[in-house]
């Protein structure tokens, strides 16, 4: 063998040379290589280590290692049980970071927060993929028109052990009350918490993120647990656990999530040369046809339903590719705003085409009707109408009718004084602490046994 030849193949032949050599003899080779000395009385009548030796040996897990990795973000949080009765309200999810605070953890985070100011409860916060960031709280909760609270504790497990233990154990009493936010949080806190009832925010058909298997199976007996308290986001997925999750129905209230006035703000509706529409695109979360609603927006393009010359497109979303249509028309990548800069960007769209296949309506076709646009989304199961505003259209996903839909919709958007009016006659609830007047008091009914 030409070891010269050998090392000069960078670290494929030096490693190669070490599997057969050893560490030792290799430092000395390289040594007398760069010195260009002799080297091969370093291996002169040396054997080189059996195959069996140099193999390395494939690391062996248990069933338990296996399956803490497998299902991390469903172990218990590390705890201590201590007799105090202390007031505190304990909400668990996965993260607060600034990129994370999409429109369901901030909901959850506003339920939770008025929930403890009403009842003076300690507020603890506790993430489990990330650290905290008390700044982040305190953001999302001002631009969402509340004051921030100030009874806050925060604890993160997001560095824990691969078994799930952490140096820092999580203290827990007897009346601590649990706030879960997916269904793997609520699986983390049954293990976890002393008073075995706890509410649960449930804002999607969360069985439907899976195909049947084992995660599948698994939230769908979280969604059949007694002792759960579920606080349902929307009246559209109240009445789709109405007719298929009647346990959720049985033990939950629902809600109709609030979009600030001091968020939200209108443009001046006067007539442009030339409009803006905004694609919700969410190529990593299938339930918002992605591909589907790039079919959709070409097909249109090209049965001369929207003119590009007239139209700019603006793709708004996370890891979104460059996307050019059939006509070569370049849609602008926005890529994923902070929530200041969405909202100032919101003002300037006047047609929104956001997909969700799912009954739930998703936030951005409120988002844009509260900022006097016009939206299409679809239709899906029981989701087949938008009561709450005129300006949101609601189409079959057939491509000829939803074209026929965006024709409509474009109409809408280019009669300023129509969509106005629409904008103004809109029920769409505008001040959180009126529309959670309900899940408050359902609420404080099912914790009325923690004795303090």
């Not at 075995?196 to 007996?221: A, D, L, N």
């Not at 900022?371 to 996903?397: H, R, W």
Request: aromatic share 14%; net charge neutral; glycine share 4%.
């Amino acid at each position: 063998m030409n070891l010269i030849a050998l090392l000069k193949q960078k670290w494929r032949g030096t490693l190669e040379f070490k599997d057969q050599y050893g560490w030792k003899k290799t430092f000395v080779v390289i040594k007398r290589i760069i010195f260009k000395q002799p080297f091969d009385d370093v291996v002169s009548g040396v054997q080189p280590m059996a195959y069996s030796t140099r193999k390395k040996k494939k690391k062996i897990k248990t069933v338990s290692e296996m399956l803490d990795a497998r299902f991390r973000n469903q172990q218990a949080i590390s705890s201590v049980h201590i007799d105090e009765n202390v007031k505190r309200l304990n909400l668990v999810t996965d993260s607060i970071e600034s990129n994370s605070l999409l429109g369901g953890v901030a909901t959850a985070l506003i339920v939770a927060t008025e929930f403890a100011r009403k009842n003076d409860m300690i507020l603890r916060i506790i993430t489990r993929n990330a650290p905290t960031n008390p700044m982040n709280y305190k953001n999302i909760i001002e631009l969402s028109g509340l004051d921030p609270y100030d009874k806050l504790e925060f604890y993160s497990d997001y560095d824990r052990e691969d078994n799930g233990r952490n140096k820092y154990a999580l203290d827990v009493s007897p009346t601590d009350v649990f706030f879960a936010t997916s269904w793997w949080s609520a699986e983390a806190i049954t293990k976890t918490t002393i008073r075995k009832r706890f509410f649960y925010i449930i804002q999607e058909v969360e069985t439907f993120f899976y195909p049947h298997g084992e995660e599948h199976y698994m939230c769908s007996k979280i969604m059949e647990k007694k002792n759960v308290d579920f606080i349902i986001n929307s009246q559209y997925l109240y009445e789709y656990f109405d007719n298929n999750k009647k346990n959720i129905v049985e033990n939950g209230v629902f809600f109709d999530p609030a979009f600030d006035k001091n968020m939200y703000h209108t443009g001046d509706f006067s007539s442009k040369d030339k409009y803006k529409l905004f694609f919700y695109a969410r190529p990593n979360n299938p339930r918002n046809m992605f591909y589907y609603g790039l079919h959709l927006i070409d097909y249109a393009i090209k049965t001369g339903v929207l003119d590009t010359n007239e139209w700019e497109i603006c793709c708004a979303g996370q890891d979104i590719p460059r996307i050019v249509f059939s006509n070569g028309y370049e849609a602008v990548d926005m890529g994923l705003m902070k929530w200041e800069k969405y909202c100032k960007f919101l003002t300037t769209v006047d047609l929104a085409v956001s997909l969700m296949y799912t009954p739930h309506p998703s936030y951005p076709p409120y988002d844009v009707a509260c900022s006097g646009g016009v939206v299409l989304t679809n239709q899906c199961l029981n989701k087949t109408s938008f009561n709450e505003c005129n300006n949101i259209l609601m189409a079959d996903l057939d491509e000829e009718k939803f074209a026929n839909k965006m024709r409509e919709a474009i109409e809408l958007a280019k009669n300023m004084e129509l969509r106005k009016s629409n904008y103004e006659k809109s029920t769409i609830p505008r001040n959180w602490v009126e529309t959670l007047v309900p899940v408050m008091s359902y609420m404080q009914e099912r914790v009325k046994d923690v004795q303090y």
